[in-house]
């Protein structure tokens, strides 16, 4: 059964650096997004991404934020210069036409 | 603005009871309604869905849900737990249609115990 997958499982990184979460959406697959869960708290929506484009951000995605979908096959995350407060479940989805949206396992990113 | 309300934060129930896990939704038009569930460790795995039709959905792993215009809720329900079942429960609603970007609640943890 086809699935979204998701690397680093677990990134550990110091505080200032930057890191690149990574995803490989269900392939036939068109709209893709980012939600992040902070320990103990909701799942919440970053950013959606749409025809090559940013369609949807939430207040949360800042310029520190920023994603991208250079090949036909991943999308990814970049987070420019981390924060302590981004210490998060990072979790990439993507859906066909329809509305459900199917998760990836999950990078947990833990800010140093 | 849209909202989703998991009252239970926290349930414990026995291997092999029953169980109802409550989803509240603030939306002012039809919704589409999701819960998930995350394992521990695991990522989000849909377990059903209400979109349109009849108002007890079916899904995987034995769960139900009931949507109830009239309460503005869609609880989950399965008739016997078992130890895995023992995860983390989140209802969503589709706040967005165009984007289809989901509106979690704030989850229930559910405990099983022998």
């Known amino acids: 059964e086809p699935e979204v997958t998701q690397t680093p499982s677990h990134q550990v990184t110091q505080m200032g650096q930057e890191v690149i979460l990574r995803c490989v959406p269900i392939s036939n697959h068109l709209y893709f997004y980012w939600y992040r869960q902070i320990l103990g708290q909701k799942v919440e929506f970053l950013v959606s991404f749409y025809n090559n484009e940013i369609s949807e951000k939430s207040e949360i995605f800042d310029d520190q934020f920023s994603v991208e979908r250079p090949d036909g096959s991943n999308f990814t995350l970049k987070i420019r210069s981390t924060k302590l407060e981004d210490s998060a479940m990072y979790f990439c989805?993507?859906?066909?036409?329809?509305?459900?949206?199917?998760f990836g396992q999950g990078t947990r990113l833990t800010v140093v | 603005a849209q909202s989703v309300t998991q009252p239970d934060i926290h349930i414990t129930v026995s291997e092999g009871a029953s169980l109802e896990l409550r989803c509240n939704y603030s939306?002012?038009?039809?919704?589409?309604l999701f819960w998930y569930v995350q394992s521990p460790g695991q990522g989000l795995q849909l377990l059903l869905k209400y979109f349109s039709g009849d108002t007890l959905v079916q899904g995987i792993k034995g769960f139900e849900a009931e949507f109830k215009r009239s309460q503005s809720s869609f609880n989950l329900r399965k008739p016997s737990v078992h130890w895995s079942d023992a995860a983390e429960y989140f209802c969503a609603v589709v706040s967005n249609f165009g984007n289809e970007k989901l509106t979690f609640g704030t989850g229930t943890r559910l405990t099983i115990i022998p």
């Open positions: 939306y002012g038009a039809t919704p589409y």
């Open positions: 989805a993507s859906r066909a036409q329809g509305v459900t949206c199917f």
